[in-house]
């Protein structure tokens, strides 16, 4: 069974960019959440999708938005890029709800802001 | 405030020794609480999940442990591998509101030879 698969695994944007990321979550999933990672702040929740819907949201600005397509691929979108913005974002999925559910994560895209 | 607190930050242990990590949290209402290994560069795995009436869980050479009463729980790691140089991070569950999933900052693990 195919894991978790995120695109690109590395990239480099300059400040006021815009950028997407791609997740592709295991097949029959359809819960999938993201989250930023970097070294001062740790793991944060972004947001959770399911059934193409936002079900959660974490604390971060409106610059921070997603979507999750009918086969259960999800996106996120970081607009207006900021230098605080360089971290990994990582993607998890699974059958039911992050608050439940064991997550499956990928191995994550690196952004770096110039 | 929602929050789960991990210790040590760091930790050195050579090869074969035993360790224990720590993990403090204020969550509630608290659904459950995992344990993820994290090696350096790649996204985290899981290793126990464990809900409110569950005291010990153990997944080969890790055993983790809850007190739900004191909202502590640790994480035992029984005779050290190379391979078990890795950030470990616990993450704490609430059943409902805006904080769903609270992480801890870790612990940065190194077993040397």
């Known amino acids: 069974k195919a894991g978790v698969t995120q695109t690109p695994r590395y990239l480099i944007k300059t400040r006021g960019q815009q950028v997407t990321l791609s997740c592709s979550p295991i097949?029959?999933?359809?819960?999938v959440s993201w989250y930023q990672q970097t070294p001062g702040q740790g793991l944060q929740f972004l947001f959770e999708?399911?059934?193409?819907?936002?079900?959660n949201k974490g604390n971060f600005p409106g610059r921070f938005s997603g979507r999750q397509f009918s086969n259960s691929r999800s996106e996120m979108n970081v607009s207006t890029l900021e230098l605080g913005d360089s971290a990994l974002y990582l993607c998890?999925?699974?059958?039911?709800?992050?608050?439940?559910?064991?997550?499956?994560f990928g191995e994550g895209s690196r952004l770096t802001v110039l | 405030k929602n929050q789960v607190e991990q210790s040590p930050q760091s930790l050195i242990i050579l090869e074969g020794k035993n360790c224990t990590l720590q993990?403090?949290?204020?969550?509630?209402?608290?659904?459950?609480l995992r344990w993820y290994k994290q090696d350096t560069g790649r996204g985290p795995v899981s290793l126990t999940i464990?809900?409110?009436?569950?005291n010990t869980k153990s997944n080969g050479r890790y055993t983790a442990t809850l007190d739900a009463d004191t909202k502590q729980s640790s994480l035992h790691i029984t005779a050290s591998q190379l391979s078990d140089s890795a950030s470990y991070i616990c993450?704490?569950?609430?059943?409902?509101?805006?904080?769903?999933?609270?992480f801890g900052t870790g612990t940065r693990l190194q077993v040397f030879p």
């Open positions: 998890a999925s699974t059958p039911q709800s992050v608050s439940i559910g064991e997550l499956f």
């Open positions: 097949s029959g999933h359809r819960s």
């Open positions: 999708y399911f059934s193409e819907t936002q079900r």
């Open positions: 993990c403090n949290y204020t969550v509630s209402p608290f659904s459950n």
């Open positions: 464990m809900t409110f009436s569950e």
């Open positions: 993450v704490v569950s609430a059943n409902f509101g805006t904080d769903k999933l609270i």
